[in-house]
Each structure stands twice: as structure tokens, then as C-alpha cells.
């Protein structure tokens, strides 16, 4: 497996903490003051109540694989060069449900269940930005 | 009067390419227009109710379509909600007639996916410049990838084997088979399926629907006016519809749209699983095929790879499933809703031949739009005849 360089990510300012926090190593979510639920993706109001009184908050970091596949085949540039990758969704501690990339194993030994840490690869951009990708490595 | 029974699909056209580099979208539904129209025993002048959705039209689409028709409709739907879209139109149409909004509305899909290269269920992942599709698209999310995600949730949760979800693709070819204009003919065996190359695991190959090109059309007016028409009109007696996503709250990624709309028609048409004839549910993925009938109802979440396994849904099965071959093996131009709903009404009016289910008098098609496993819509009808 190739070493994957991801897309450039695109922030809004709703979404912009997220990255940001990425890009300093922190797993950022989102959770309302009103209600107390934790969301992702973010975004400019509570989806539970509507409440635009919103706070973003350094998460553990560490989930569990909820379910993944090895990809084989994805034509399109970088992946095509990247396959077999890893695709998951992980279970946060915090409750959200992240679709991310496994790394740092053998593709063919990611379990479901199996206990993982976020990881974070910091993109070189040229716009400024200070972006990161949210990966998921297993835990020590 | 309830809607249950109202309307009625008064005629149906599937259109019979599936490779036509030579024609437009808004011609393969125009042309699908003229023989749903000549089906039903009605002219063009009679519509007054448009609906229609592609893979390309924009916000406008359905008023250029207007357009391209010469249309003037009392009436006009161009929602989009994925491959689902028609089966909800058709739902919609049976509403607006029923409240006197029009009536004659016609159903209208079309398609060059094929001729045009499109690489519907993988090679994503770039491009994108929408804040929230950067969620996605870094990590190169397929089509099938998300599909794959649900299988293999499902195996590891109850045991379910490849061979199992092979099968379904095994009977959807046996289908296809019987049907002159599908594209995919040949039979294959649950061992082909396997030993096809895996695309992402633990879909193979043929696992996957096929890509073609396509269209159809579908009359829906009321059962009362189809009656003095030229075909037996097939009822609409249930229909039902649902948004279901990955976000908060996340329910399990086995819980699909197809539980929400499947509750609701079967609940308007006040029917059982066990006295439906057959099913059309989409196809996109063998998974797709398990995981609806699970959520429609026929068994419970768990059970589907028993469930598709000894022939259950094949022709002469307990429930008969897609006897077009389905997008697995007849076509699939992307968004191949409309094809349950005029498969399932051709086998109602008992026209199918050597792939007609006997005695057929209840069916129901469901159609899932977007990527299970992700955010997607359902959308389910009950039609029937007397
Ligand atoms: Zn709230």
C-alpha cells in the first residue's frame, strides 16, 4: 500500500474548528450547551434542538472500529495508487460515528471491535490554511 | 376516500436500450413518454401532470423538460432524491390527483451513464470543494465502499456468508436470463461471484450492479379513469417514504429507509408481508437486496442471508425477487427506481412470460436512493390488481 496523500479538505466556518484542532493534533467535536448532545459533522446549530448555543471540545480521541472494508479498486487519483486502503467508520468515546481511514496496520488485520486512536496527517497547502486529515491507528 | 386504491398505474414503458450514445436524456424520455402513453391508450395532450428526475438535471430540469415536452402542466415534481426519486413521484402523483391537482401525470426517467463513461460506484474522491462533502472525500469514499461497510457489518454481527449474498446475484442472472432485453444473459454460478475480483471487500465484482444506459416512463391516473383505458389498472394501494443518515443519534447502519417507508405503505394498504406475490427492491449492491428485505419486513434483521438462500427469492420461490434481473443484470443507468415500479406492473397484468410469476395480485417495490450506509432516502409502493 502506497502512502496516501489526502484531498485537500474545504472548511466552512462551520466546519473550520474541526480542522483546525486536527492540525494541532486534537480530535474536535461539537457539543451543545442547551441539550448537552455531542455532534458531528458540526455545524451552526444543535441537530438535536436547534439551539445555536454550541461549543467545541477536545474529544479522547480513541474509539473503536464500528465496520470498514479494504478497498481494491477506487480509480480516481490519489486512491487509485493508495489501494488496498482502509475505509471505517469508528465509534467515538464521545458517541459520533467518524468515517475515516485505518492506517498503520495490515489492511487484512483490521477487525470490528478493534480499539483505535485518531492520527493525523497535516496537509501542505498553499491557501494559508492549517488543515489536517483525521485518521485512526490502533491502539497501543 | 382513502388514497389507498385511488390511483392506479394506467401504463408503463421500459425503455429498451441499454447502450445509446446516439440519444439524449430528455430524448430516451420523451421516446419512454410515447410508449407509457400508447401503453395506457392516451396521447401526450392528455398529461397535465409532470414528473422526472436524472442524473444530471439541475435546479431548472424539470421546467426544461417542460420544455423539451411542449408541456403545460397543472401539476409539476421534479424531486430528486436519488435512485428512489420515481417510486416517491409516483406516490406524489397518486396525492395530487387525489386532491384534484391534475389528472394525467406522467413519470419520467432517462439516462446516458453509460455512453458517457460515468463511473457510478467507484472512482470518487476528489474534486470536491463543498465544506461538507470534506468529510467524505478526503478518505475516498466509493459507492461501494459505503455498501461493502453494511455487508460487513452484517457478517461479522450474524454470520452471514459471502455465498449467501453470492446467491442473490446468482438468481437476479437466472432473472435476467429470461429476460430478452437485459443485458447480462449468461448464467453464472455462486463461485464466479466469489472468484470475480473483490472491488471492496468483501464485494466482489458481481456483487455489484452493472452500468448502462436507460429510461422509462410510468401514467398514473385514477383507478376510476384507468378502468375505461387500455390496460388492467394495477392500484396503487400503499405507499411510504424515509430519509434515513449516519449523523447524530447515529442509528445502526443496518437500519435502513426501506423500515420507515415499508411500514408506512404496508400500513396504507393495510396488507402482510406474507400476501405479497413478489418484490422489486433495488439492487445497486447484493447487500442492498439482504438489508431491504430485512428492513421491509419479510424477516427479521439478521435473518436475510437465510432469508435469499435455497432459491427463496428466485422464480417459483416463496417471494419472487426482481424477475427483470434487476440492476445487477438487466440495467442500471444509475438510478433504476422506475424500473421496480414497471417491472412489478407488468407482472401484475401477467404480461412476463417465461419470468412470470403465477397468479400475481400484490407486489410491492422499493427503492433505495444515495448510498446506504451513508445519508439515504427510501421510498415503497403496494400495487395490485383485482
Ligand atoms: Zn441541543
Redesign the pocket.
Known amino acids: 500500500m502506497a502512502d496516501l496523500t489526502h484531498p485537500k479538505v474545504h472548511a466552512s466556518w462551520e466546519t473550520r474548528g474541526y480542522w483546525e484542532g486536527a492540525a494541532r493534533g486534537e480530535l474536535v467535536l461539537q457539543r451543545?450547551r442547551?441539550?448537552a448532545?455531542v455532534q458531528h459533522k458540526p455545524r451552526g446549530v444543535?441537530a438535536?434542538?436547534l439551539?445555536g448555543d454550541l461549543e467545541h471540545f477536545v474529544a479522547s480521541g480513541r474509539g473503536t472500529v464500528y465496520t470498514f472494508t479494504v478497498t481494491h479498486q477506487n480509480q480516481a487519483p490519489p486512491f487509485a495508487a493508495a489501494c488496498p486502503y482502509v475505509m471505517a467508520y469508528v465509534q467515538t468515546e464521545e458517541g459520533p460515528r467518524l468515517l475515516t481511514h485505518i492506517v498503520g496496520v495490515d489492511p487484512e488485520a483490521v477487525q470490528i471491535g478493534m480499539a483505535v486512536v485518531a492520527d493525523f496527517q497535516s496537509q501542505e497547502r498553499t491557501d494559508g490554511e492549517q488543515f489536517a486529515v483525521v485518521r485512526f491507528r490502533p491502539a497501543d | 376516500m382513502s388514497l389507498s386504491g385511488a390511483c392506479a398505474i394506467a401504463g408503463v414503458y421500459e425503455h429498451p436500450t441499454r447502450w445509446a450514445p446516439d440519444k439524449t436524456e430528455f430524448q430516451i424520455m420523451a421516446e419512454s413518454a410515447k410508449g407509457a402513453l400508447d401503453d395506457a391508450g392516451l396521447t401526450i395532450n392528455d398529461v397535465d401532470g409532470l414528473f422526472g428526475a436524472s442524473m444530471t438535471m439541475g435546479a431548472m430540469g424539470i421546467v426544461e423538460l417542460a420544455e423539451y415536452l411542449n408541456l403545460k402542466p397543472t401539476y409539476i415534481d421534479g424531486t430528486n432524491i436519488g435512485g428512489s426519486s420515481f417510486l416517491a413521484h409516483v406516490s406524489h402523483a397518486a396525492a395530487a390527483i387525489h386532491a384534484g391537482m391534475c389528472k394525467v401525470a406522467i413519470v419520467l426517467y432517462g439516462s446516458t451513464a453509460a455512453s458517457n463513461a460515468v463511473a457510478i460506484g467507484t472512482g470518487m474522491g476528489h474534486g470536491s470543494r463543498n465544506p461538507w462533502d470534506s468529510f467524505q472525500s478526503p478518505y475516498g469514499m466509493t459507492t461501494v465502499g459505503s455498501y461493502a461497510m453494511v455487508a460487513q457489518l452484517h457478517m461479522q454481527r450474524y454470520g452471514t456468508k459471502p455465498e449467501q449474498l453470492a446467491e442473490i446475484a446468482v438468481t437476479m442472472r437466472r432473472h435476467a436470463s429470461m429476460n430478452p432485453v437485459a443485458k447480462m444473459r449468461t448464467p453464472i454460478t455462486v463461485d464466479d461471484v466469489l472468484s470475480s475480483r473483490l472491488i471492496s471487500a468483501p464485494l466482489h465484482l458481481l456483487d455489484c450492479c452493472i452500468i448502462s444506459d436507460g429510461g422509462g416512463a410510468i401514467v398514473v391516473t385514477s383507478t376510476e379513469r384507468a378502468k375505461d383505458l387500455r390496460r388492467k389498472p394495477v392500484q396503487i394501494l400503499g405507499c411510504g417514504e424515509s430519509v434515513c443518515h449516519q449523523e447524530i443519534g447515529a442509528p445502526d447502519l443496518l437500519t435502513m429507509g426501506a423500515r420507515q417507508a415499508g411500514e408506512l405503505a404496508f400500513g396504507m394498504a393495510g396488507v402482510q408481508r406474507s400476501d405479497i406475490d413478489l418484490a422489486m427492491v433495488y439492487d445497486s449492491f447484493t447487500i442492498t437486496v439482504l438489508s431491504t428485505l430485512e428492513n421491509l419486513g419479510f424477516c427479521k434483521v439478521g435473518e436475510g442471508g437465510d432469508f435469499v438462500s435455497g432459491g427463496r427469492i428466485g422464480l417459483g420461490g416463496e417471494l419472487p425477487v426482481n424477475l427483470d434481473g434487476g440492476g445487477l443484470s438487466s440495467n442500471h443507468p444509475g438510478m433504476r427506481g422506475i424500473f421496480l415500479a414497471i417491472e412489478a406492473t407488468k407482472q401484475l397484468r401477467g404480461e412476463c412470460g417465461e419470468r412470470q410469476v403465477a397468479n400475481a395480485k400484490l407486489a410491492v417495490a422499493h427503492g433505495t436512493g444515495g448510498t446506504l450506509g451513508v445519508a439515504h432516502s427510501g421510498a415503497t409502493l403496494i400495487l395490485g390488481v383485482e
Open positions: 451543545c442547551a441539550c448532545t444543535c438535536t434542538c439551539s
